[in-house]
C-alpha cells in the first residue's frame, strides 16, 4: 500500500518558520516528481512548489518564491517544504503529491496524495 504521510504543520505567528516533511512508504519515488500543493475550504486545491526527482529543477507558485524551499532526500524516499516568513495567507491544509514520469505544477497530473497537514499562521 502506498502512503504519503505529511507532518510537520502547526500554528505559528506571522514571519516564523515551519519546515513540513513528507515520508513516502510502499513504493519508492526517487525516479518522480514530487510536489507541494495546499487548499482553504471553499477553494480549489493550489500548487506551491514542485520538484524533480533528481532535485536538479525546482518550481515555486509566485507568492512563495524566496520565502518557501522544496527539497528531497531520496534514500529516505521524503520530500520536505521549508517555509520561512510565514504570512497569514499562508494558512491552508498542506498537501504533498508524487507524479509519475512527469514533471508538473497540476495537480491533476498527480497520482498519489497524502491526507495533509495543517499550517495556520496567525497575524
Known amino acids: 500500500q502506498v502512503q504519503l504521510v505529511e507532518s510537520g504543520g502547526g500554528l505559528v505567528q506571522a514571519g516564523g518558520s515551519l519546515k513540513l516533511s513528507c515520508a513516502a512508504s510502499g513504493r519508492t519515488f526517487n525516479r518522480d516528481t514530487m510536489g507541494w500543493f495546499r487548499q482553504v475550504p471553499g477553494k480549489e486545491r493550489e500548487f506551491v512548489a514542485t520538484i524533480s526527482w533528481s532535485g536538479g529543477r525546482t518550481t515555486y507558485v509566485d507568492s512563495v518564491k524566496g520565502r518557501f524551499t522544496i527539497s528531497r532526500d531520496n534514500a529516505k524516499n521524503t520530500v520536505y517544504l521549508q517555509m520561512n516568513s510565514l504570512k497569514p495567507e499562508d494558512t491552508a491544509v498542506y498537501y504533498c503529491?508524487?507524479?509519475?514520469?512527469?514533471?508538473?505544477?497540476?495537480?491533476?497530473?498527480?497520482?498519489?496524495w497524502g491526507q495533509g497537514t495543517q499550517v495556520t499562521v496567525s497575524s
Open positions: 503529491a508524487a507524479a509519475l514520469g512527469l514533471y508538473s505544477t497540476r495537480a491533476s497530473e498527480y497520482d498519489y
